[in-house]
């Protein structure tokens, strides 16, 4: 076992990259040497970490020997290129995009759900979804205690999902709008400013988006249960940090809203805010920047005998993605998989 290890963050000046970079220092996690990489449109840029400036480069096939631990948030199409190369190197890859989700021998892994299936690695981990990952850290527990039948969720997603640009265009299109400005439409189909859009990544022949069946087909594979029925609407709102999520479950026993609380006072990573008399309940500006999952307004659903309420929300750039990455980096050097 070493004492410290070699990294790699591959996309590390987007959004999540930057995020990664930041985290690994805050948790001090034992980096030896941390190297950064992205497209050549970024190479030459500098990135701060331990009081040091590291310079981005562009990352090749060749970019990986004497690499342990390789951190992916650089697109699909990049994973699928380049994580490969970076496991023949002898690294081990932790891949923040789609790519790889729902192969059967890759594990998708949410520390406080299923770290037990780390160990089944072949070289690469699948970090989920961002929107899946708070979601099944506050329900596994509820499903552990009296089962989970049936999901229904609507989200209501950050900007900063998209990343860099499209927090830049809803800061912009904002200033446009109040200065009684033409406003500039380019990430997404519609304005975002002062809009809802219920449309995250392409529309498939069933009508759903991308975004909606990732956070289906997920959901059954990190919970290890195939028979939970998930329905999602995701829908981008005009905020740049933190998704939030209503939420609905059917269970197969019945569990009353106090119990939910307490369960999931105890759960880890979660953070239940839940007094509604003092108008007390997450919310995206206080959920900004940490590492919680935050639960509130739970409720019984008056509409079925067994059904409960909430009220989801977490930091998507770090629980969402560069946190849950780093933590699934911490369980292979505690339990020693590197």
Same mark, same amino acid.
């Given at each position: 076992?070493?004492?410290?290890?070699?990294?790699?963050?591959?996309?590390?000046?987007?959004?999540?990259?930057?995020?990664?970079?930041?985290?690994?220092? #805050?948790?001090?996690?034992?980096?030896?040497?941390?190297?950064?990489?992205?497209?050549?449109?970024?190479?030459?840029?500098?990135?701060?970490?331990?009081? !040091?400036?590291?310079?981005?480069?562009?990352?090749?096939?060749?970019?990986?020997?004497?690499?342990?631990?390789?951190?992916?948030?650089?697109?699909?199409?990049?994973?699928?290129?380049?994580?490969?190369?970076?496991?023949?190197?002898?690294?081990?890859?932790?891949?923040?995009?789609?790519?790889?989700?729902?192969?059967?021998?890759?594990?998708?892994?949410?520390? #406080?759900?299923?770290?037990?299936?780390?160990?089944?690695?072949?070289?690469?981990?699948?970090?989920?979804?961002?929107?899946?990952?708070?979601?099944?850290?506050?329900?596994?527990?509820?499903?552990?205690?009296?089962?989970?039948?049936?999901?229904?969720? =609507?989200?209501?997603?950050?900007?900063?999902?998209?990343?860099?640009?499209?927090?830049?265009?809803?800061?912009?299109?904002?200033?446009?709008?109040?200065?009684?400005?033409?406003?500039?439409?380019?990430?997404?189909?519609?304005?975002?400013?002062?809009?809802?859009?219920?449309?995250?990544?392409?529309?498939?022949?069933?009508?759903?988006?991308?975004?909606?069946?990732?956070?289906?087909?997920?959901?059954?594979?990190?919970?290890?249960?195939?028979?939970?029925?998930?329905?999602?609407?995701?829908? /981008?709102?005009?905020?740049?940090?933190?998704?939030?999520? =209503?939420?609905?479950?059917?269970?197969?026993?019945?569990?009353?809203?106090?119990?939910?609380?307490?369960?999931?006072?105890?759960?880890?990573?979660?953070?239940?805010?839940?007094?509604?008399?003092?108008?007390?309940?997450?919310?995206?500006?206080?959920?900004?920047?940490?590492? #919680?999952?935050?639960?509130? /307004?739970?409720?019984?659903?008056?509409?079925?005998?067994?059904?409960?309420?909430?009220?989801?929300?977490?930091?998507?750039? /770090?629980?969402?993605?560069?946190?849950?990455?780093?933590?699934?980096?911490?369980?292979?050097? !505690?339990?020693?998989?590197?």
């Amino acid at each position: 076992m070493k004492d410290k290890y070699t990294v790699a963050v591959v996309g590390a000046t987007g959004a999540v990259g930057n995020e990664m970079v930041s985290i690994l220092e #805050e948790r001090n996690f034992p980096v030896d040497d941390l190297r950064l990489f992205a497209s050549e449109r970024s190479e030459g840029n500098y990135i701060e970490f331990k009081g !040091k400036n590291r310079r981005v480069n562009k990352v090749t096939k060749d970019s990986f020997h004497g690499i342990d631990i390789a951190l992916f948030s650089a697109g699909a199409a990049r994973s699928i290129e380049f994580a490969p190369e970076a496991v023949k190197s002898g690294a081990v890859v932790v891949d923040n995009s789609s790519a790889f989700r729902m192969e059967p021998d890759i594990p998708l892994i949410v520390p #406080e759900v299923n770290r037990h299936a780390i160990k089944k690695n072949n070289g690469i981990i699948a970090n989920p979804n961002c929107s899946t990952i708070q979601m099944v850290v506050a329900l596994k527990p509820i499903h552990d205690a009296v089962g989970i039948k049936r999901i229904v969720v =609507s989200t209501y997603q950050a900007v900063s999902g998209t990343g860099k640009k499209a927090i830049h265009e809803l800061a912009q299109q904002t200033r446009d709008l109040l200065s009684l400005k033409e406003i500039t439409v380019s990430i997404y189909p519609h304005q975002i400013a002062f809009n809802c859009i219920p449309h995250i990544d392409a529309f498939l022949e069933n009508d759903y988006t991308k975004e909606e069946m990732k956070m289906v087909h997920e959901t059954k594979k990190i919970m290890e249960d195939d028979s939970i029925r998930v329905s999602a609407t995701t829908v /981008r709102v005009p905020v740049f940090h933190c998704h939030s999520e =209503s939420v609905n479950i059917e269970t197969s026993k019945k569990i009353t809203a106090h119990e939910v609380r307490a369960l999931l006072s105890r759960a880890p990573g979660v953070k239940v805010i839940d007094d509604p008399k003092n108008f007390s309940y997450p919310l995206s500006i206080n959920s900004a920047g940490r590492d #919680e999952v935050f639960v509130g /307004r739970i409720r019984e659903d008056e509409s079925i005998d067994n059904g409960i309420n909430m009220w989801i929300v977490s930091d998507n750039l /770090r629980k969402g993605a560069a946190l849950n990455a780093i933590q699934i980096a911490e369980i292979l050097v !505690k339990e020693n998989l590197i």
